[in-house]
Nanobody, 125 residues
Framework: QVQLVESGGGLVQAGGSLRLSCAAS????????MGWFRQAPGKEREFVVA????????YYADSVKGRFTISRGNAKNMVYLQMNSLKPEDTAVYYC??????????????????WGQGTQVTVSS
């Protein structure tokens, strides 16, 4: 089992920045890919960005490319999402997911076996 806890969400004006964190625990010795997804009210969960275990490979959704940056802590159990130039359409609950199988389809929510509880991001216009 991998437990994930997101933090860092909040209310920000358009053009502002937020930094989300995801702390992973459990399953000592395992490696896993990490991804961020988001879900707005009435919409399906949407892929945002993914990062591999070593942190040297990332994949971004077109909608956030150039504005969001994912990174992994030195201890590998922390993943960060720096969100700049936020837009009202970025408003959603943001979830981090963990994939211990290292599936290649990183943009699919089905590839992730573990999820955090989510953190709300609200961008006002």
């Amino acid at each position: 089992q991998v437990q994930l806890v997101e933090s860092g969400g909040g209310l920000v004006q358009a053009g502002g920045s937020l930094r989300l964190s995801c702390a992973a625990s459990g399953r000592t010795g395992s490696t896993y890919e990490m991804g961020w997804f988001r879900q707005a009210p009435g919409k399906e969960r949407e892929f945002v960005v993914a990062i591999n275990w070593s942190g040297d490979s990332t994949y971004y959704a077109d909608s956030v490319k150039g504005r969001f940056t994912i990174s992994r802590g030195n201890a590998k159990n922390m993943v960060y999402l720096q969100m700049n130039s936020l837009k009202p359409e970025d408003t959603a609950v943001y979830y981090c997911g963990a994939d211990p199988i290292h599936r290649p389809w990183v943009a699919r929510s089905q590839s992730y076996d573990y999820w955090g509880q989510g953190t709300q991001v609200t961008v006002s216009s």
